[in-house]
């Protein structure tokens, strides 16, 4: 791949300073110049002021100048346009829906077992014997490893996909019915998801926290503060297979803890493949909230575009 990960992004919300403490709660830590960083990846999550919540830009890491000058070919090649930054990385509109895709060298992300790893008892494999499960003891909020995914609405789909493999290298993991796509550009099963609907519009983040139970404890922290802000979870995705639980930050956009993850090493074989809407979502957890698949805000968004248009 010319990419290797998901490096950071831009997040535009109306009421900014809310907006980030929810992400101080959610576990992310505040860096000295303003953005949000995660334990393994560093600073990923920058927050900006914009008329409506959206997603202003998704950043990925490539390894050097070479394949930054690979996208700026295949971007030629698709009469893209890209811009040039100081630092040397480029930036290109996706095509349908505005988001800026910017490419930059950065270094692999690289991540250690946590030291305090749980190991789980299971019929016939007592692999924590003698001793109680350190995750009772656990306190305080998540502290998300990694920026696992951004996923947005399209109104073109078809083009959306050719955006991200044709011009930024990105492989399509799963598929479902022409209406949600999972596509990587590292050995996570997903790094971008797209939904095709009307309305092109944020619909959340994903990070990656080290178990279930962490996921559990972020929520316990969360929903202490706010109980409204509860979306969907606990369950397990059926597309990447993760464990997942949704929560709602104060501009309506949806952030998520992750586990589990399918993993798809760059040189293995995978059977990309295009499942029924009975599979896009869940394999098990509680029914899908309808504000889940329509959040409540997407008619104030639709206007929003229809003033700018």
Same mark, same amino acid.
């Given at each position: 791949?010319?990419?290797?990960?998901?490096?950071?992004?831009?997040?535009?919300?109306?009421?900014?300073?809310?907006?980030?403490?929810?992400?101080?709660?959610?576990?992310?830590?505040?860096?000295?110049?303003?953005?949000?960083?995660?334990?393994?990846?560093?600073?990923?999550?920058?927050?900006?002021?914009?008329?409506?919540?959206?997603?202003?830009?998704?950043?990925?890491?490539?390894?050097?100048?070479?394949?930054?000058?690979?996208?700026?070919?295949?971007?030629?090649?698709?009469?893209?346009?890209?811009?040039?930054?100081?630092?040397?990385?480029?930036?290109?509109?996706?095509?349908?829906?505005?988001?800026?895709?910017?490419?930059?060298?950065?270094?692999?992300?690289?991540?250690?077992?946590?030291?305090?790893?749980?190991?789980?008892?299971?019929?016939?494999?007592?692999?924590?014997?003698?001793?109680?499960?350190?995750?009772?003891?656990?306190?305080?909020?998540?502290?998300?490893?990694?920026?696992?995914?951004?996923?947005?609405?399209?109104?073109?789909?078809?083009?959306?996909?050719?955006?991200?493999?044709?011009?930024?290298?990105?492989?399509?993991?799963?598929?479902?019915?022409?209406?949600?796509?999972?596509?990587?550009?590292?050995?996570?099963?997903?790094?971008?998801?797209?939904?095709? &609907?009307?309305? $092109?519009?944020?619909?959340?983040?994903?990070?990656?926290?080290? %178990? @279930?139970? /962490? =996921?559990?404890?972020?929520? !316990?922290?969360?929903?202490?503060?706010?109980?409204?802000?509860?979306?969907?979870?606990?369950?397990?995705?059926?597309?990447?297979?993760?464990?997942?639980?949704?929560?709602?930050?104060?501009?309506?956009?949806?952030?998520?803890?992750?586990?589990?993850?399918?993993?798809?090493?760059?040189?293995?074989?995978?059977?990309?493949?295009?499942?029924?809407?009975?599979?896009?979502?869940? &394999?098990?957890? $509680?029914?899908?909230?309808?504000?889940?698949?329509?959040?409540? %805000? @997407?008619? /104030? =968004?639709?206007?929003?575009? !229809?003033?700018?248009?």
């Amino acid at each position: 791949m010319t990419v290797h990960g998901l490096a950071e992004m831009t997040l535009g919300v109306p009421n900014v300073d809310a907006t980030r403490q929810f992400y101080r709660e959610f576990g992310l830590a505040e860096s000295d110049n303003g953005m949000f960083a995660t334990a393994d990846g560093g600073d990923q999550l920058r927050i900006v002021e914009t008329p409506y919540r959206q997603l202003v830009e998704f950043a990925l890491a490539a390894d050097d100048a070479d394949d930054i000058a690979r996208i700026r070919s295949a971007a030629a090649a698709h009469d893209i346009v890209v811009i040039d930054h100081d630092d040397g990385s480029i930036s290109m509109r996706e095509p349908i829906v505005g988001i800026s895709a910017k490419v930059t060298v950065r270094p692999r992300i690289v991540q250690a077992e946590p030291y305090n790893w749980k190991a789980m008892n299971s019929p016939g494999n007592a692999a924590r014997s003698g001793t109680r499960a350190p995750a009772i003891f656990d306190q305080g909020p998540a502290r998300p490893r990694k920026l696992g995914h951004v996923l947005y609405t399209t109104t073109d789909f078809d083009a959306s996909i050719r955006f991200l493999t044709d011009v930024l290298g990105f492989k399509v993991s799963d598929t479902s019915a022409g209406m949600i796509a999972f596509l990587r550009c590292s050995p996570d099963h997903h790094n971008v998801g797209l939904i095709n &609907a009307p309305v $092109p519009f944020f619909h959340h983040s994903s990070w990656q926290v080290n %178990d @279930v139970d /962490e =996921i559990g404890q972020g929520a !316990q922290s969360l929903l202490a503060v706010d109980p409204t802000r509860d979306i969907w979870g606990l369950g397990r995705h059926f597309l990447g297979s993760n464990l997942f639980w949704y929560f709602r930050d104060p501009a309506g956009n949806f952030a998520e803890y992750y586990a589990d993850l399918d993993q798809i090493p760059e040189d293995a074989e995978w059977d990309a493949q295009d499942w029924a809407p009975d599979k896009a979502l869940y &394999a098990w957890g $509680p029914p899908v909230p309808k504000n889940f698949v329509h959040p409540s %805000d @997407v008619e /104030e =968004i639709a206007a929003a575009l !229809q003033g700018v248009s």
